[in-house]
């Protein structure tokens, strides 16, 4: 009986030993997976430890669990037009913060990574990044300035920061929070820079002589004008004789019966999703 009873104490004893050493070893390998993704703003060039796709449905990007989609597509509106009048393209990054390391550093990244600024031009590298790091009970606002942004300074940046904080601290929406930073952000971004436009080239007019030469070259234009008309009127005739017309230098498209192979029948072509993102070098200055 004393034998049975330590020798099932003995087997107890083992079982537990077994399940806290698989405990032990699960648990250090969880730990090395975590340290081999580093922390956003950890990493290095040229990715920086970052694996996002360059161009995003929004221009809120890890919006998901935290705003809703609605408030998403009002800042899209806001930085759509931003982007548009060359004054700057910007992003907002939403992280928690047990997925950031240095804070400063992660927006600079984001930045350089997403590659955000105009490639050339007067506007050239005037990317902006907006990170909003989630604590458990309010956020912590960052930004990076691209090189094409001199005239923002930190002084109005920090104050859009602690707007956005506010916003959150007061009504612990980050719909709010989005929608407060977009509104001050567009404020100060169009105070400092107005929109660029791009004049179109003035056509040029061609003065016509005036005397009988003149009212003889306006006659025999006229006169071509007319035998031209009257050449379409007669080909078309032919082809509604004959039912359509064949254009196949290559036997490989037919006009007549029903539009050019490739396109659908009732109009032009379909267009997917507005994808946003960067288009030039990601270079960037100051940040907080």
Known sequence: ??????????????????????????????????????????????????????????????????????????????????????????MILIKPQEEVGIRSNCSVHFLRYMQLGLPNGERKDNGFVFLIVVEPDDIDVHYAVGLGLPALTAYELTNINRAVETAYESTQSMDQAL??????????????????????????????????????AICG?????????????????????????????SGSRSWGGGGFRGFPSGGGRSSGPSMRGGSGSGRSGRTN
């Open 179 to 216: 929608l407060t930073l977009v509104q001050e952000f567009d404020k100060v971004a169009r105070e400092n820079y107005p929109p660029l436009t791009y004049l179109e080239p003035t056509p040029e007019t061609v003065d016509l002589p005036v005397g009988p030469l003149g009212v003889s």
């Open 221 to 249: 234009q006229l006169c071509l004008g007319l035998i031209f008309l009257l050449f379409m009127g007669w080909m078309f005739s032919q082809m509604a004789r004959t039912g359509g017309m064949t254009f196949n230098p």
């Open 1 to 90: 009986m004393v034998r049975n009873t330590i020798r099932s104490n003995s087997i107890i004893i083992i079982v537990v030993m077994l399940a806290f050493s698989l405990s032990i070893s699960f648990t250090s390998v969880h730990a090395n997976a975590i340290q081999d993704e580093p922390l956003c703003g950890n990493g290095s060039a040229p990715d920086y430890g970052l694996s996002y796709n360059l161009f995003q449905p929004h221009w809120t990007v890890g919006w998901e669990g935290y705003a809703s989609e609605r408030a998403v597509s009002q800042v899209d509106a806001v930085l759509d037009e931003l982007d548009a009048d060359s004054i700057a393209q910007t």
